[in-house]
């Protein structure tokens, strides 16, 4: 890696697994100071040990915890360049006539609120950098905010509202004319190893592992390191112009029907 981070501050929320984790060690492999998030001790020991960057517990719908996450960044950096606001669950999600109030209300505190909270602590933040506000902020999104599924409605539903959310946050900073941007991702299938988890506890693995990779026109799962290598660009000064944009990631999922 050329190091192209070298002396800038990331964070990354869920960063204990999955995307997360995969962003971590490519934004740490290229010389940035990561500090993430999550409620996975155990593995973010495991990455902090491999990686070198700080763990700090947190739920991200809470906003009372907000204030000491980041007063931690700015003791231990001075400064936020980076934040890649990606924590969200799908647990308990069901469709718009089963699911319960308290399902919906808790995905919607993380995939939303969650997301809000990340944005607008991380402008604040940025602001504030030695040298005059500058900063990048990647949302993950998903391709199911332009292809929502029936059984999990909270989900789409949260996914699709995030491209609003991203759009409003980065007119915001332009308008303020702060050099912030804000953009959000949208993967496909990603061969995260929760994915694997389900593909090798499934009754005939390679059939799940078929019907996974028959999601995506080109026949395959997306790889969490090319998601990293998307966020990655996103977060550099090559992508400098680039604000209020959505970036699909999904092997031509959404582009269109696949015919028969």
């Not at 808790?106 to 944005?119: A, W």
């Not at 993950?140 to 699709?160: D, I, Q």
Request: some cysteine; hydrophobic content about 45%; proline content about 3%.
């Amino acid at each position: 890696m050329d190091g192209r981070f070298a002396g800038k501050v990331a964070l990354i929320t869920g960063g204990t697994s999955g995307i997360g984790a995969g962003t971590l060690r490519r934004l740490c492999a290229e010389g940035a100071a990561v500090v993430f998030t999550g409620s996975n001790a155990a593995a973010a020991d495991a990455l902090t040990a491999e990686t070198g960057a700080t763990f700090i517990p947190q739920r991200v719908e809470e906003a009372a915890g907000w204030d000491a996450v980041m007063a931690q960044i700015a003791a231990q950096h001075g400064r936020l360049d980076i934040a890649f606001a990606n924590a969200g669950i799908e647990g308990g999600d069901s469709n718009v006539e089963t699911i319960t109030d308290e399902a919906w209300q808790r995905i919607l505190g993380v995939n939303l609120t969650g997301v809000m909270l990340t944005i607008q602590h991380a402008i604040r933040a940025m602001r504030g950098n030695p040298g005059g506000p500058k900063g990048a902020i990647i949302v993950n999104s998903s391709m199911n905010a332009y292809r929502p599924m029936g059984n999990f409605v909270a989900y789409s539903t949260t996914k699709a509202a995030l491209i609003a959310l991203t759009k409003s946050s980065a007119l915001h900073c332009a308008n303020q004319k702060l050099p912030i941007r804000c953009n959000s991702i949208h993967p496909g299938v990603v061969e995260t190893d929760m994915i694997r988890t389900v593909i090798n506890r499934a009754p005939d693995p390679a059939a799940a592992r078929a019907q996974f990779e028959g999601m995506a026109p080109m026949g395959r799962m997306a790889q969490v390191e090319e998601v990293a290598a998307l966020v990655a660009f996103l977060a550099s000064d090559e992508a400098a112009f680039i604000s209020g944009s959505e970036y699909g990631i999904d092997g031509a999922s959404t582009a269109g029907m696949m015919g028969v």
